[in-house]
RNA sequence: GGGCGAAUAGCUCAAUUGGUUAGAGCACCACGUUUACACCGUGGGGGUUAGGGGUUCGAGUCCCUUUUCGCCUACCA
């Protein structure tokens, strides 16, 4: 044993070592990835994470699936880049500090106006950018850090205006009139895609609108029904369909196919549907006819509550079978009736302030916000009688994903992108295999959502963002318009490209500005143009973001070289918002695709199937998890769970401060302050503690026992490689011939071969899981449970010494390149010391190896090394080892007593496992008394029946009858139901015709070997029942 | 309403194109400190693959259907 080694503790002390070795790496640049024409590229552009805030599980699993790949590129010989950064996150980091602001100082944002609150989240960025990439490095990421980007930085502020203008100039980027979701709490639009829809409850209220003059015959009023009355104020018509006699017989027609198509069990849902629509054809239809005549003739009603004549029209919007069959049409806060209002050409009342309150239209509900609004007006309409009945009703109401408040549909002034041929260039980009999602069935989400083409809305009504750099100025007549454009199509800027000039009908003139220039602002500004004070979404720039990184609109030779990226690894949310947005924006910069395949990981949920999310307080901070478990146990767990097929079920607990004993997360303990430790019956605090007394509690990591496996397997490799040092003293590297050598290490090297082409295969198509089981199996249960057992008596002999050690630390040597990319820190550690025993130990070179695993090249896969035979041969060694164990078991017999065996085989079979007799001895703890094929049996014997072999364990001073005989029983029934269902199928004609020659051969075989299993298992019995 | 996915041991997950007795880890039971590791070793118990049909010589796997759950998506006044 080598002195040196007794200062290896027999744990990794992730928490000493971690960031020393990380620290090294950056100093020796292990991460840089420069242009090197050489050499191909690799490149991956990270989802640069929000700066609002800490990064949680979700981001630990995408960062390790990323830097798996990049460090395994990179040990392959690539230049390998993974480009780092964050993203500013528009509406979401305002929102969380305006947030703050109000609960700290109590102010808003117009209390501090543009320029300070933008230096407030500036200050929030800071902070959080910092806490996001120290935690990225506490997990190991090999970003090259020198390349670190923001998404409001200047380089990316670069390609933002590049990008505007040329969309500008193509004419994709227009202004509009259009209705948008409006957040009343952030006071800004939001797109549909920051919009989730909840189930609230309600009411249905039913109002009447009168005629003004109703003729005789004709109804006084009509009714109709709405879920939020205060729009009425902004109402401009009331719509009936203009043929309902055609439009129910239509519904009519769709409702019988419907019926005719459905189950047993639908049927009568669709049969009372239909027996409805009969009686509305009797009852309401005669109505609703008279009614479209009445619109026809241009008929007007009076709006209650205001003084307001608005007419009764006639449009397909309004549907017979629903309801009065009349609607009440509010354009300017309804996305169905502002198409109405485009093809009834009717005026749009806009009825609301910013803030949520109630405009100067809204006569005398002027001021109130829209929920007061709604019970003042059921109340007014209740006292004239115009409310005709009220029902409860469960609403699904679009809220505004950013504030959780209500979404109030706005008509306002917004910017946005032509989609059409962008759109289409995505689409196209993976329909013809240019990017590839992986798992394939992503891809039709991403079609469909690309397939609608609607226009981008790229406004946003914040201040924290890339403002969008255009200069506008309104006029009322369209000649003065034309006027100013002409003078601006006169200046030399616009002839060299600088700037581009639109009208937007009637009379605005737009002026975009390719890039920052004082100058040509304040000359624009002297034309009386004034800046827009929108700022673009926040998905504009991270769109840009795989060619914006490496300094486009400047073609770098970082751009030459690494785009397009090769591989994009990111969560299945945002393959709409953000994947698709930089593949149409990369054809459009660069006429090449941002990168070629895209991998889709799986979300991590916690015990109850539920997203983590902070605000739930499931949440899981990867620093916590690391603190207890290390990093290389966070990346190593992570990569076990992450299947293809399925979300992770993540079971969570808080880590009692005082005991260390894991507490179960419950979906009722976790939104507490305090919990109480199962345990110690102390208590801890939570992320919930606010008051002083809370807080004087200490809190309580919050972690997963799910990483005790991958903690487990790090201490595992850990100690088999202090094994393996312990006993290099004296090493030499020895040159081996690989036809000759023992069993056991041409079984390693099999193995080992196999499993590097594995991991590395498994990696490249995403299968993590697969990988990290491969090598977790290679090296805890080959490895470690035999070769390293198979090794001990080996150290001890002279003779074979030097040659086991070579094979030791060869192995020890590609484990850990192997590991490296999902371990990096422990198998740094390693490789370190292990230089120390063996500085060259590759079996195939002489060359030392390099100064870091990180830059060692990933192993070579030996084809010529892969020998099924051999493991065949080598799984008989197994399959006694486990008899013998279990016989050693079930008969209760010590350790330390030695069995005697004997074994009926081939001289083949003898001349193959005999030599291995010396490891049945040392871990089994029997000894061959002889390997014949007719040996002699001891008189009282355990027989195992084996594939071509049998083994009698000699049991004369053992022997336990019951425990024997029970053993020999359990067999047998196995054995027998076996036999049963093997015959079944061998007797049926039908298998044996049809089924392929091969099957039914090793049917025949398996057959005729449990027969004789059986045959020895039965006599066996009857030998034990005479004892 | 439409679409996608899932349901396998107490728990978390596997299982190539359909082909022996459905596998791991954790947990559980028994035994055990033996030249690395108790974050360990050896052995064991534990499954009607959600229910019901079908195709097939053969189904966890393919088809139909029911149930439950998750996600995306939609205009029901």
């Known amino acids: 044993m080598n002195a040196e080694t ?40 990270i989802p640069p994470p929000n700066v609002t805030g800490a990064l949680h599980l979700g981001h630990a699993l995408n960062n390790t699936l990323q830097d798996i790949q990049i460090r395994l590129h990179r040990m392959q010989g690539y230049v390998a880049l993974w480009m780092p950064g964050t993203d500013h996150a528009g509406i979401a980091t305002q929102a969380v500090v305006e947030r703050r602001l109000k609960e700290v100082e109590n102010k808003t944002r117009h209390d501090l106006g543009r320029d300070k609150l933008v230096e407030r989240i500036w200050e929030w960025k800071e902070q959080y950018e910092k806490r996001i990439l120290g935690q990225l490095q506490r997990m190991g990421c090999s970003c090259d850090w020198r390349r670190t980007r923001f998404t409001l930085d200047e380089m990316c502020a670069k390609a933002v205006r590049t990008t505007f203008f040329d969309l500008f100039s193509k004419g994709l980027i227009y202004r509009g009139k259009r209705l948008v979701n409006w957040d009343a709490y952030l006071q800004t639009a939001v797109s549909d895609d920051e919009v989730f829809t909840e ?79 009969a009686a509305r054809k009797v009852e309401v239809l005669p109505q609703l006819v008279l009614l479209a005549q009445m619109a026809r003739d241009g008929r007007k009603l009076r709006l209650p509550l205001t003084d307001r004549e608005i007419p009764l029209v006639a449009d397909v919007w309004a549907k017979p079978e629903l309801g009065s069959g009349c609607v009440k049409i509010t354009p300017a806060h309804d996305p169905n009736d502002y198409e109405v209002a485009l093809r009834c050409s009717l005026p749009m009342i806009n009825i609301m302030n910013p803030d949520g309150t109630i405009n100067e239209n ?12 709604r019970l003042k007006i059921v109340e007014a309409l209740d006292a004239i009688e115009l409310l005709e009945k009220t029902e409860d009703r469960e609403i699904e109401l679009k809220h505004s994903d950013r504030s959780k408040t209500p979404i109030e549909p706005y008509l306002a002034d917004q910017w946005f992108v032509r989609m059409e041929q962008l759109a289409q260039s995505a689409m196209d980009a993976v329909t013809n295999g240019d990017v590839k999602i992986f798992p394939p069935r992503y891809a039709s989400g991403y079609l469909d959502w690309l397939g609608e083409k609607r226009d981008w809305p790229v406004g946003r009504q914040l201040w924290w963002g890339h403002q969008i750099p255009i200069w506008s100025r309104s006029f009322e007549l369209p000649a003065d318009a034309q006027s100013l454009k002409f003078k601006i199509e006169a200046m030399p800027e616009l002839s060299v490209g600088l700037i581009n000039v639109s009208i937007e009908e009637p009379s605005t003139v737009h002026v975009c500005i390719r890039s920052e220039d004082a100058g040509l602002e304040t000359k624009l500004q002297s034309l009386g143009l004034v800046r827009q004070a929108d700022v673009l979404d926040t998905w504009f720039s991270s769109a840009l973001w795989p060619h914006s990184t490496l300094g486009w609109p400047e073609q770098t030779p970082e751009l030459e070289y690494f785009y397009p990226t090769s591989t994009l690894i990111t969560s299945r949310d945002i393959i709409t918002l953000w994947v698709a947005r930089m593949v149409l924006m990369g054809l459009n910069n660069m006429g090449k695709v941002p990168f070629q395949e895209v991998f889709i990981h799986p979300k991590i949920l916690d015990g109850y199937g539920e997203t983590m999310s902070k605000s739930k307080g499931n949440g899981v901070d990867p620093l916590d998890v690391i603190n207890k478990f290390g990093p290389d146990a966070l990346r190593f767990g992570l990569t076990w769970l992450c299947t293809e097929t399925q979300d992770v079920r993540m079971p969570v607990q808080f880590e009692c401060p005082h005991c260390e004993a894991l507490v179960n997360q419950t979906k009722d303990n976790r939104s507490k302050p305090l919990v109480l430790c199962d345990k110690c019956k102390k208590s801890f605090s939570t992320q919930w503690a606010e008051t002083e007394s809370d807080k004087a509690q200490p809190k309580a990591p919050v972690v997963s026992e799910r990483f005790e496996v991958a903690r487990n397997f790090v201490n595992k490799l850990w100690n088999a490689s202090r094994f393996v040092m312990m006993n290099l003293e004296g090493f030499q590297p020895t040159k081996v011939d690989f036809d000759n050598l023992p069993l056991e290490d041409q079984w390693i090297l099999s ?85 120390r025993f063996a500085p060259t130990r590759d079996l195939h070179s002489d060359t030392p190896p390099s100064q870091w695993v990180i830059l060692a090249p990933w192993p070579a896969v030996h084809d010529e090394h892969i020998r099924p035979k051999v493991e065949k041969q080598f799984s008989h060694f197994v399959d006694i080892l486990g008899a013998i164990r279990e016989i050693r078991s079930r008969q209760n017999i010590g350790p330390k007593e030695s069995l005697k065996f004997c074994v009926r085989c081939e001289p083949a079979m003898k001349q193959l496992l005999a030599p291995m007799a010396t490891f049945i001895e040392s871990m089994a703890g029997a000894t061959a008394t002889e390997w ?48 049963q269902g093997k015959e079944g199928r061998l007797n049926n004609e039908s298998f044996v015709s049809r089924a392929p020659a091969d099957i039914i051969e090793k049917e025949r075989q398996a057959l005729s070997e449990l027969v004789s299993q059986r045959d020895a298992a039965e006599q066996a019995i009857l030998k034990l029942k005479k004892l």
């Open 751 to 835: 193995r080992l071969a196999t499993v590097t082409k594995t991991v590395q295969s498994e990696i490249k198509l995403f299968r993590y899981a697969e990988a990290a089981r491969a090598v977790y199996d290679f090296a805890w249960d080959h490895f470690c449970s035999l070769y390293v057992e198979m090794a001990k008596p080996r150290l001890q002999d002279p003779v074979a010494r030097q040659l086991v050690q070579q094979i030791l630390a060869h192995c020890l040597d590609s484990m850990l390149r192997l590991l490296h990319p999902i371990m990096p820190f422990v198998t740094e550690s390693i490789w370190q010391q292990l230089a």
């Open 362 to 373: 809204g006569g005398s509900f002027v001021g109130l916000p829209m929920a007061k609004a």
């Open 932 to 979: 014949s094929t007719s040996p002699t049996a001891p008189s009282i014997n355990a027989h195992i029946g084996i594939e071509q072999m049998d083994v009698y364990v000699d049991l004369t001073q053992f022997i336990d009858v019951a425990a024997e005989i029970s053993r020999n029983e359990k067999l047998l029934s196995n054995l027998v139901k076996q036999i």
């Open 199 to 277: 189930t609230v409850k309600g009411n249905f209220f039913h109002l009447r609108y009168p005629f003004d003059s109703p003729q005789p015959g004709e109804p006084t009023f009509v009714t109709v029904a709405t879920t939020r009355p205060e729009t009425m104020l902004g109402d401009t018509a009331v719509a009936v369909h203009p043929d309902p006699v055609a439009a129910l017989d239509k519904h009519e027609r769709l409702l019988q196919e419907k019926l005719q198509a459905a189950t047993a069990k639908d049927q009568p849902a669709i049969q009372s549907q239909l027996d409805e629509l």
């Open 6 to 45: 007794h200062e290896i503790p027999n744990r990794f002390d992730f928490a000493a070592s971690a960031t020393e070795i990380y620290d090294s790496w950056l100093k020796h640049g292990c991460f840089n990835a420069d242009v090197d024409k050489s050499k191909k590229p690799f490149t991956i552009v």
